[in-house]
């Protein structure tokens, strides 16, 4: 496990939709990847009071355990001038999600797009230092490629690591060895880390990044295959620094 490297490394500006890969990504203590989740479309009332934030349920908002059209959709987020862009085919919209109306435009977007999976009017929220995670502590999410490969292996077809949405990949640890390292310490890089639990996968993975359709069914999968749901985890920043792809990931000692 010496050899072990982080293979890449990603950041989800919007909940749901496409992710940003990062050459290099600066981690703070007790902080997500910055930007991470930072908005998040609420599918109907859910509750979100952004002068206080909190910790809500992801079935309060548009995901992709639902709403499996949103892989349909290439997005970019521009940190310098606040714009979402939203490509779907050949039609774009933009929407500038510091502004009333760039967010009014970007919600009339996904008014018309979900509107048979809607609960109410889609709203874009934020709120500053907030990330709309799946865990109510600020994380950050690694994903073993070698327990990808084992459970693609076993399942006989191609399961695309990017389903799991992952901030970090981590190419050279053992296959499923990550299960047993809770409580432990974790390094990244020049970044300290302490394992904070398994992620319990949900029926997200299950779409195709690719092609938007729902075509695996993780979770069962996990059961059937290794009597558990567990497939990456979730870390939390103990020392701050910067890391980069190609550089080390070591496990706990």
Not at 93 to 110: K, N, P, V
Not at 162 to 168: D, I, Q
Not at 190 to 212: H, L, N, S, Y
Request: proline share 8%; with cysteine; hydrophobic share 40%.
């Amino acid at each position: 496990m010496d050899d072990a490297v982080i293979e890449a490394i990603y950041r989800y500006p919007v909940k749901g939709l496409s992710p940003d890969r990062l050459p290099v990504a600066a981690l703070t203590v007790g902080q997500t990847i910055r930007g991470d989740r930072r908005f998040a479309i609420e599918n109907g009332p859910s509750g979100f009071d952004p002068s206080g934030p909190g910790y809500l349920p992801k079935q309060r908002f548009l995901m992709l355990m639902k709403n499996e059209r949103l892989a349909r959709l290439d997005t970019r987020f521009d940190d310098a001038t606040g714009v979402l862009t939203v490509r779907h085919g050949d039609n774009e919209t933009q929407g500038d999600l510091a502004s009333g109306t760039g967010r009014e435009t970007i919600e009339a977007f996904f008014a018309r797009y979900c509107a048979d999976e809607l609960r109410g009017p889609p709203k874009v929220l934020e709120a500053a230092g907030h990330s709309f995670s799946d865990v109510a502590r600020k994380v950050v999410s690694i994903i073993n490629l070698s327990s990808v490969a084992a459970l693609e292996d076993i399942i006989g077809r191609p399961v695309d690591p990017l389903r799991f949405r992952a901030n970090v990949y981590v190419e050279g640890w053992p296959a499923w060895a990550e299960n047993g390292w809770e409580g432990r310490p974790l390094s990244l890089g020049e970044v300290e880390t302490t394992v904070f639990k398994p992620i319990v996968r949900c029926a997200a993975p299950g779409v195709d990044p690719a092609t938007a359709i729902r075509d695996l069914d993780i979770p069962a999968e996990l059961h059937r295959l290794y009597g558990h749901l567990h497939c990456g985890i979730y870390v939390q920043v103990t020392k701050a620094g910067v890391v980069r792809e190609g550089d080390a990931a070591n496990p706990p000692p």
